[in-house]
């Protein structure tokens, strides 16, 4: 994105900020009080007997002014209805209407970014996708024009409609309707004056002026915002609550959408402008209908955006934020041997990263079923858990999140690879597994990081990031970089020149979010788990870097109402990011791109996952992901949908390619008679097909079996897993064939690293791991891998083994120490004639302070970190 993106992705924040804040200005318009309605039903009795007497009726009868007791000092809120008030009137209103919108910024409050910074954020998102989405719009002229005219129809029709109520009104004497005539032209007018005020000084070229783009700051620009829409909104927004039934809102908003619709069909402005303007025109109605609406003449409450967000932010911790635990944490251990023994049953382990918050329900769930039972094992997990989330359970109980502020970790790891390792997972194999895609190779490499998290009622916000160095990488000889070219479908030969030593700083996870009602928005780098077990999801595993994305994330379990209840407890989440890294494209034009350079703009990725929970020994979840977009694929409204429902398919570069599409399911099933011991799962993969299940024999597979516990040796566990990507149905299925696209010939990858399982494209695998715990937290560590490709697929195949050791202490509750060893064989003929051997090792301590700024940042909440993690 240029300097200049985003100078214009800054403009369309500040106008919404600028014109959301005047909901700071305004109470939210207050229903008439009891008194109040027996009064008018007086009046309105005296008013029919007038009528039906000899007596012509008074018709210059005064307004009522007075105010409910619970409005407070609202001067000039309600005598404003339009009748009796001279030019000096209208116009002191007037001219305290725009002093309100122009100095409303300065009374911006904190509470307001959980609706603000979200608004903005899809707007700046519509801004980035403006251009082509208007190049996919119809170039007919008539059409245009067409549009064009419905769109000026639509405005005169709410501004007409506005009108003719407020003269019927003098007429019949109906106040109700002079005084929705009057606010609906009041609030045209107002809002006509601030966009009118950004259209003449931000001076964006309309789509068809200029290059398309929509420049800022051009002579004779004036798209954003848009006035149709912000006249529409205004009108439609005061008729709609002066008139709150249901048949009145679908009118009014309806009309007002269609106006707004029609200016981009008819290329007159961008979704951006409208989107825009609405919110504007919007934000204007409300302010002026709160200030100036007469409750006893009828309609309804116009609560603020400001006071909706507040109200979820007081109703209880299911809009409490929280920050997700990081994949590598001790955490997800200690809560899979909890669940191992059968004291949680509500976990959804194909859904991480669980919410902190979500841990401590879990944690509460164990505790309860452990109560009464002689469990020393699991009482010392429970008891190191409690240590870890005491602020969460402390916000939970009294139901008060007051806002945190915590230094989680500060860790230093440092690693020697001596021998040459593997580092190209998608083509051959890797040495280094599920490690969020950090850079290594033989020689040293260090790690330096931190993490940390911030939350305050609904908001979250979580940072961290890491120094990353490494060594080069020699390059591949020329038979093997042909070998590479042929089967990843490269258009041109690999570089024969050794990729370069790393010296970099990299942000792993760090986003923002927004919790309301359990499901939790958030935006920004993140990491996924779809799948159970440790080996790596088929699907997306933590084997690549955490993807930018948009995400929402119902995070604990929701029971379906009804039938439906059978399905037991679910969750679900969705996500749309941007990869990282790809290189190649074909698109209509053929293939683009070229070692060395990423794509602009590079793929996109969605996905969408839904879990059940029939009992508690079983649980499934299915779930789907698709890459699309990139160079020469626009990034519209209608290729989003084509890529979500498209069940058709199109040859490689077509330009209606619907996406690289996967379909996945995973399930796990505590087996009966050894329900507190033994668990098996599994996890399925499949590409162009609509689920592994239907189409078991052209999908990849992972299955596992945990034991949470020996006979006699409680503390010893065993966890193994079998992978493939070799289908038995062999040449039916290309080899090769999962995780590669010919369309988007990086394949299922980002920054060059396979998004699901380490097994690669076609293969056979197998790990083992087994943990002897000294503690809750203490452990030793004996693992096994092993990975065999197929010569089908690489030129007389390839076989990896790797077996370790990794002992993790910690010295003191804030303090630990980890090591591993692993020693490696690997044999690949492509790359070199006979087998190669490797070890690697790393020492790595982490800190992790258990202080907790809480109360607006000021408490301080400190456990002892003077007593070692002994239990």
Known sequence: MTKDDLMQMRLIIFALGAASSLTLTAPSSIPRPPQAQEQRVGAD???????????????????????????GNLSGVYPTAGFGRGFHGLARDFLGDQERIWTSPAKLRFSDTEWLVPLSGISAGLFVTDRDFNKHLSQNPTTISHYKTLSNAGVAALIGGAGGMWALGHVSHNEHWSETGFLAGEAALNSFVAVESFKYSLRRQRPYQGDGSGAFFQGGGTSFPSEHAAAAWSVAGVIAHEYPGPFTKIIAYGLASLVSVARVKAHQHFPSDVVVGSVIGNLVAQNIYSRHHDPDLGGG???????????????????????????????????????GLGLIDSGFAGMRPWTRRECVRQLSEAEEKLAGEDNNEAQKL?????????????????????????????????????????????????TQINDFGRPYGEGWSTVNGFSAYATKGPWVAYVRGEEQTAPSIPAFSLATRQVVQQVDFYPTLPPGTAQPSVTQFSLLDAYVGLMVSNYQISFGKQSLSWGPGDGGSMTLSNNAPPINMFRINRTTPLKLPGLLGWLGPMRTELFFGQLAGQVFLENPSGVVGQFGQSLSPQPFIHGQKISFKPTRNLGFGFFRTTIYGGAGYPLTFHTLIRSLFSTGNENAGGASKPGNRTAGMDLMYRLPGLRNWLTFYADGYTDDEFSPIAYADRSAWRAGLYLSQFPLVHRLDLRAEGVYTDNPIGGNVSHGFYYENITWRSGY????????????????????????????????????????????????????????????????????????????RWLFPVIQAGPERNVAAFVEIRFQPQKFSRSSFHHVIQTDSKTGDQD
Request: net charge neutral.
């Open 382 to 430: 429970i008891d190191a858990l409690q240590r870890e989330f005491r602020p969460e359970g402390e916000a939970t109980g009294d139901g008060d999140d007051r806002g945190t502020l915590r230094l989680e970790s500060i860790y230093s790891r440092t690693e020697h690879i001596s021998g040459m390792p593997l580092t190209d997972g998608y083509t051959f194999g890797q």
């Open 749 to 824: 990858t980002n920054n060059g690293n396979l998004l699901g399982n380490w097994i690669g494209r076609e293969g056979q695998g197998a790990q083992a791991w087994s943990n002897y715990w000294f503690g809750a937290r203490n452990r030793l560590q004996l693992k096994f891998r092993h990975q065999k490709v197929s010569q089908e697929f690489i030129p007389r195949g390839g076989t990896l083994t790797d077996i370790g050791v990794r002992g993790d202490y910690w010295v003191r509750s804030t303090l630990s120490l980890s090591a591993s060893v692993q020693y490696e």
């Open 45 to 71: 009795a005296k008013d029919v007997d007038a009528r039906s007497s000899s007596k012509p009726a008074d018709t210059t009868r005064e307004i009522k002014t007075e105010k409910p007791k619970d409005a």
């Open 301 to 339: 409450e116009w609560r603020s955006w400001s006071a909706i967000v507040r109200g979820f932010e007081s109703a209880g911790p299911q809009n409490f934020a929280s920050p997700y635990v990081p994949l590598d944490s001790w955490i997800y251990p200690s809560l899979d041997r909890l669940t």
